[in-house]
């Protein structure tokens, strides 16, 4: 069983640092059995980040939509798993106001950086909040999951201009804001006409992010996992979509000579 200090003893082994901006991406069940369980897990993060950035995804793309159209972010669960679900009650922790694919956030920084969320057209918009990963110098964890699930991957599509991914036309969602009133925002949801995951693609760039430095394997609890640094993330993935744009729908795999 894992212990808060062997938690914190690892992130240190990835070099991550105390002032570091780091997103995680999480699987509760493959970190294995922590002394305390998932609350350990979010006390570990928040103590060693103490004078960093610590975020998480808060999506609700799983049920808003058309049918649920009304997004209350005190309220409104996450659908990406426990961890983020449970961070979002912390005192002090923010959320952005995106209605499909919020984060929650916690630090000196954090209100400042969620800020503007409800005005973004589209999941992942440049300039948004998973754009800035890269402008701030973030880390990215992966643990226990892979870059499927890797929400800036999208970010990265929406600053290239990656075709064929967004429906054709935007959903009316309305946004519950601090002071209580009420905000409509037209957002595209993802769609692409020839695979139900875009995301699932994005493994193809696995060893090509390995290969450039951009990503390492690590281990979190007895997680396999991945540390990644955004700006890298978006200089690799940039250089293989100069290519062709849209190879990680049509290809089967990325000519390694791509990233090289």
Request: charged residues 20%; proline residues 5%; negative net charge.
């Amino acid at each position: 069983m894992y212990t808060k200090q062997d938690l914190a003893a690892q992130l240190q082994s990835m070099g991550i640092l105390h002032t570091d901006a780091v997103m995680v991406h999480s699987s509760m069940k493959a970190v294995g059995e922590v002394e305390g369980g998932a609350e350990t897990v979010i006390d570990v993060f928040l103590e060693y980040l103490r004078d960093g950035l610590f975020m998480t995804p808060a999506h609700t793309w799983a049920q808003m939509g058309e049918a649920h159209s009304y997004f209350d972010p005190k309220t409104e669960p996450a659908c990406v798993g426990i961890i983020p679900n449970l961070f979002l009650k912390r005192p002090g922790v923010v959320r952005s106001l995106h209605p499909t694919h919020s984060i929650a956030a916690s630090g000196a920084a954090a209100a400042e950086y969620v800020r503007g969320e409800e005005n973004c057209a589209t999941p992942c918009a440049p300039g948004g909040c998973w754009d800035r990963l890269r402008h701030i110098k973030a880390k990215i964890l992966l643990v226990g999951v892979t870059h499927a699930r890797n929400t800036f991957i999208h970010s990265i599509e929406e600053v290239l201009q990656v075709p064929e991914r967004f429906t054709d036309n935007p959903v009316s969602f309305h946004v519950k804001l601090p002071d209580g009133s009420w905000k409509e925002a037209l957002v595209y949801r993802h769609f692409n006409p020839h695979t139900a995951h875009i995301s699932e693609s994005f493994d193809k760039l696995q060893e090509a992010y390995y290969e450039a430095g951009a990503a390492s394997k690590v281990f979190f609890g007895d997680a396999e996992s991945i540390l990644c640094d955004a700006q890298k993330l978006f200089d690799v993935t940039s250089r293989i979509l100069s290519n062709e744009l849209n190879c990680l729908i049509d290809r089967e795999t990325i000519p390694e000579e791509w990233w090289r």
